[in-house]
């Protein structure tokens, strides 16, 4: 298994590289004279190791030799990468004359006394260009050996052996999973185990059992691997009412991934008819199977569904008859889940670990002996560490519990130093090994674009909430994602992620006012796999309390610096680094001087190392929330390449003057509370999408920022200056230019002077492809056309002075979702919900205001918070959508009432009162 996910992963970096010199080809053209034979000579034979490596990879057991080629074609695919990097750096740093040496003779024979000057820094340039473009066609050339050295080294040896190989490669993997399936272990747990599963089970029987439903419905058990979805399903499909004869045919199929649809079928009829059936033709084995099912009522299980090709190739043997039969699924994957639940998603049930509670008791009666399976206090302590690093998962605690019971003496030591080599002993455990192989699965099952995407999660630390766009932008900084066709690469990594929560892969933790993923995390054993893979592959290090011993024959190129460790051993080869993360206080600046690979680097929370010198390929770099950082050095214009900078959370308070030479800059970021002041020349930054929060102080900074017609994400703060009535007159103007880009606005004005709604009343053409909008500053009135913002989901109000007629406009918005209403945002110290309204709306947030809610006012609300109230709260019991109340106040009286209401609600919402 671990020869085809390394197989697997090269083959990707293959393919991958490939792609990248054929775009080269297509995109330099005319800057790779006398190089292009080369270049395609390359992609053809990169190509054709891809399409082996694809091959291969669908064997679990490869020779030892095959196995050392597959690692050593793995470490030429990366220097392969470095070196067309390089290659493209150069060859961009320094514009290739087409005159070439023409030119200079030309030049020679046609100056003047005046043109001398010139003259000479024109030829010293020509000069530079030929020496670069030489080492570059000798670069590619030994690129080129390198390729073909790894197709003979392979055709040397692997001919003869292929048909063994293959032959015994298949035989080795139909006997595995014959008998060594470890998800077996899902069908015989005993009921003194089946912990937590009360609650769950008696819903899916409601559901099954329930009689005033009588079409065929199909009920989806989805989560990642290890949660119990097997075993969940087992408890209903065993339970005495069905086994006594409520569905008169059952059957359990178990697909898997390596499924045969007539093997399935073959199965079904053989379940649920008494007479065997020969025949293959699927298209006999369907009508067979619709035959005997027609007219009774039926429950079928189908576990361990990973494609919605299954899924349909099967659904079309199921009669639709109206007798009441249920077909339950169990899968990794939300796409089978939403596919097979198409007619009614309520019918989709999503497995969660265990909470802390029910982990320790499961844990409990697997480990101590009955009756009352005490354990012994001098246990307690690590047996809670224990069961964090298993953290909800029912296959984990009960293995590792079995091994633990196992053990006659129950020592203390014992039990500390299990724990201490914990991912040790589940890589080399045969007891162990059993959960590790229930997460590769879903890894193995990754297409090869993904699997990149998912070992990046490594880079991040044990149970840490990973924000989806940081994780993106990386992935394309990196290069690991790339736009394709003409999707763009924001697009496709966004597509990539939901992949991965789809296959429940990571764990959503966030969502944000649209209902998108916001940020996930990602299950302590699944980021153990990830490691393991990562450690064979070279795919990333990982430093955390001890220093790190690299093998001497490979490079580091993706390192991730947690905890306070003493470092690396000296002399450690960084020069291919191109990822660096660190989740510490301080790094060492030695990291960054002279890594001319480097790609992305996130400081975000540590200290400031001053030195970015010479980082030519430097796309991403995070500064965040870097409280002890005051400015920007001069030299962070050398960053050509840049596209993503964020100062957010810093103190920040005025970029350098070189920051306009950053012309490939697409997100600059900073936050409320970093406001910074930008030089004259923004205009040049074309491709800028995000832009602020910026402190604008004259017109002609507004004029520049309207001529950059991408920008998406804009947030500016205006100066208090007289100069600001001069700004405020161009505002209405900024916003007619980006009325077709702006997605995202933020306005905030100290003073608020009152003609800032006259400047929004006056906007010709305005942004109505607005999502969310912020506004903090003096209006008195909304502008006539925010009654059209029908896209905005979010807005936050501060310090805007409206009337209480304006609550009507927002109240009739019909995607908004999220509404702040801050202090002194409107004219009076009462606000009512009443009457009909705020369709969407489900996150409510006030402050300083008494509140009051009408029956069968905001009826989709779901949570509520309520800062600083001046009298009274009355009417959360009207709110029959509510799920959880925040509020804040100083009177206890309010808090009291609020806490009864909230016992007292039907839907029991969560009730977080705090006094100040």
């Known amino acids: ?307 919605t090709e299954a899924w349909e190739s099967l659904q079309i043997a199921l009669p639709p008859d109206g007798e009441g039969s249920r077909v339950i699924v169990t899968t990794r994957n939300e796409e089978v889940a939403n596919t097979s639940c198409s007619r009614n998603h309520q019918f989709i049930f999503k497995v969660s670990p265990l909470s802390s509670q029910l982990s320790w008791e499961l844990f409990r009666r697997r480990v101590f002996e009955a009756p009352d399976y005490s354990c012994p206090p001098e246990l307690e302590n690590i047996s809670a560490d224990i069961l964090q690093k298993c953290n909800g998962m029912p296959l984990a605690i009960l293995t590792i519990g079995g091994l633990l019971a196992s053990r006659p003496d129950k020592k203390l030591e014992e039990w500390k130093d299990f724990h201490g080599h914990l991912c040790l002993e589940m890589q080399t455990n045969d007891k162990l090994s059993k959960i590790n192989q229930i997460l590769i699965l879903s890894y193995n099952d990754l297409p090869y674009h993904l699997k990149p995407c998912f070992l990046f999660l490594g880079i991040f630390p044990e149970d840490y909430e990973i924000r989806r766009k940081r994780l993106m932008r990386q992935w394309i900084a990196e290069g690991i994602v790339s736009g394709i066709d003409g999707f763009p690469a924001e697009k496709v990594a966004e597509r990539c992620f939901n992949q991965l929560v789809s296959r429940s892969l990571v764990q959503p933790s966030q969502f944000d006012d649209s209902g998108t993923v916001k940020s996930c995390r990602v299950h302590d054993m699944m980021l153990d796999v990830i490691l393991l893979i990562s450690k064979k592959e070279n795919f990333m290090m990982l430093m955390k309390e001890h220093p790190v011993i690299p093998q001497q024959h490979l490079k580091i190129r993706r390192l991730s610096w947690q905890k306070e460790s003493s470092g690396l051993v000296p002399n450690t080869d960084l020069s291919h680094l191109r990822s660096f993360n660190a989740f510490v206080e301080e790094v060492p600046p030695k990291l960054f001087r002279k890594k001319r690979w480097l790609r992305v680097v996130d400081l975000e929370g540590c200290w400031y190392p001053k030195n970015f010198s010479k980082l030519f390929l430097l796309k991403y770099l995070s500064l965040r929330n870097m409280i002890n950082l005051y400015e920007l050095p001069e030299s962070i214009g050398d960053l050509q390449n840049l596209e993503f900078l964020d100062i957010r959370g810093t103190c920040i308070s005025e970029l350098p003057n070189t920051i306009i030479k950053l012309q490939k800059l697409v997100y600059l970021l900073g936050s409320p509370q970093s406001l910074f002041v930008f030089p004259k020349g923004i205009r040049k930054l074309k491709r800028l999408v995000a832009f602020g929060m910026a402190y604008v102080e004259n017109v002609q900074l507004l004029q520049e920022i309207g001529e950059l017609i991408d920008l998406q994400k804009l947030g500016i703060s205006l100066d208090i200056s007289p100069l600001s009535f001069g700004i405020l007159g161009k505002i209405s103007a900024l916003l007619s230019k980006l009325n077709g880009s702006l997605r995202s606005l933020k306005i905030c004005h100290s003073v608020g002077y009152e003609n800032l709604k006259k400047a929004f009343d006056e906007v010709a053409m305005p942004p109505l492809l607005l999502r969310k909008l912020l506004i903090d500053c003096k209006l008195c009135e909304l502008p006539p056309w925010f009654a059209s913002l029908n896209l905005v989901v979010k807005i936050t109000l501060l310090n805007t002075r409206l009337q209480p007629e304006d609550i009507i406009v927002l109240r009739n918005l019909p995607a908004l979702v999220n509404l702040k209403l801050g202090f002194q945002s409107f004219f009076t110290w009462d606000l009512a919900f009443h009457g009909v309204g705020f369709p969407r709306l489900k996150i409510l947030a006030i402050e300083g205001y008494n509140v009051s809610f009408k029956e069968g006012a905001v009826r989709s609300l779901e949570i509520v918070k309520i800062d600083f109230p001046l009298e009274s709260v009355d009417g959360i019991e009207h709110l029959h959508g509510l799920r959880v109340v925040h509020i804040c106040t100083g009177n206890e009286d309010i808090i009291e009432k609020v806490k009864n209401i909230a016992a007292n609600h039907p839907n029991r919402p969560k009730c977080f009162a705090t006094k100040f």
């Open 1 to 307: 298994m671990e020869a085809a996910v390394a197989t697997k992963l090269v083959g990707f970096s293959f393919q991958f590289i490939a792609g990248k010199l054929q775009k080269m080809l297509e995109e330099e053209a005319a800057l790779l004279a006398g190089v292009k034979d080369d270049v395609r000579d390359i992609v053809a034979e990169l190509r054709s190791i891809a399409s082996f490596l694809a091959t291969m990879s669908t064997r679990r057991n490869l020779d030892d030799q095959l196995q050392n080629w597959v690692q050593e074609v793995r470490e030429v695919a990366y220097d392969a990468e470095d070196s067309i990097d390089e290659f493209l750096c150069r060859l961009r740093s320094t514009p290739y004359d087409e005159c070439g040496v023409r030119c200079f003779f030309k030049h020679f024979l046609h100056y003047d006394e005046c043109g001398v000057k010139a003259f000479f820094k024109h030829s010293l340039s020509c000069i530079k260009s030929l020496k670069a473009r030489h080492g570059i066609a000798s670069d590619l050339k030994k690129v080129k050996v390198q390729v073909e050295d790894i197709r003979k080294r392979h055709d040397r040896y692997s001919h003869s052996n292929e048909a063994f190989t293959s032959s015994s490669s298949d035989a080795a993997t139909r006997s595995d999973m014959v008998f060594s399936d470890p998800r077996i272990i899902s069908h015989f747990v005993e009921e003194a185990q089946l912990v937590g599963i009360n609650e769950s089970r008696d819903k899916i029987m409601g559901w099954v059992m329930d009689e005033n439903r009588l079409e065929l419905t199909v009920i989806a058990l989805v989560g990642f691997g290890g949660l119990g979805k097997t075993t969940l399903a087992k408890t209903v499909y065993d339970d005495p009412v069905i086994v006594g004869g409520h569905f008169p045919c059952r059957a359990w199929i178990t697909v898997s991934q390596n499924y045969n649809i007539r093997e399935l079928l073959k199965k079904i009829i053989r379940q649920i008819s008494v007479n065997e059936q020969q025949m293959d033709d699927e298209l006999q084995l369907v009508q067979a199977v619709r035959g005997l099912l027609h007219g009774k009522r039926y429950l079928l299980v189908f576990d361990d569904v990973w494609r």
